[in-house]
């Protein structure tokens, strides 16, 4: 049984500080039209970063609701493909400055392989005119605050 607070109650810094435990960078990453939503509503997406290096990325928590565009962009990519087998050939370049967190998946055989994905707080990507549109909103808890 989950014991989780209802979306309202939580505070941006709080989901913040769940979210983004480790270290923010910033990261060139061709998304590829493999998405997926998980039972928290987050869009989890299958990008490739350093050329062929495939990775997952998550927009999670209250950046899932700036994800439209996104989803919408990757569909145009698949239904313009010839065939599904060229999923990997149809890429959306964006940048994210997110953080990178382990995830930890048992094989067949009981053993545990760890892989990374990128959890997202910002991502740029160009519009139809080439101009660079940013989404998303950089981590509440490492935000200066000011009285």
């Known amino acids: 049984m989950e014991n989780r607070q209802t979306p309202m109650t939580v505070s941006p810094q709080i989901e913040d500080a769940g979210l983004f435990q480790n270290t923010v960078c910033h990261i060139d990453v061709d998304l590829i039209p493999v998405m997926r939503k998980n039972n928290r509503d987050d869009l989890i997406v299958t990008g490739l970063v350093k050329g ?18 996104i ?30 967190r382990p995830q930890f998946t048992a094989d067949g055989n009981g053993f545990e392989t760890r892989t990374f994905h990128l959890i997202a707080a910002r991502w740029s990507v160009l519009d139809g005119k080439g101009s660079s549109v940013e989404y998303g909103q950089p981590p509440a808890h490492f935000q200066k605050t000011t009285l």
């Open 71 to 100: 989803i919408a962009r990757l569909t145009a990519l698949l239904d313009a493909q010839e065939h599904v087998a060229d999923v990997r050939k149809s890429r959306l370049p964006m940048r994210i400055e997110g953080a990178w």
């Open 52 to 69: 062929d290096l495939e990775i997952a990325v998550t927009f999670a928590g209250r950046r899932s609701d700036k994800t439209a565009p």
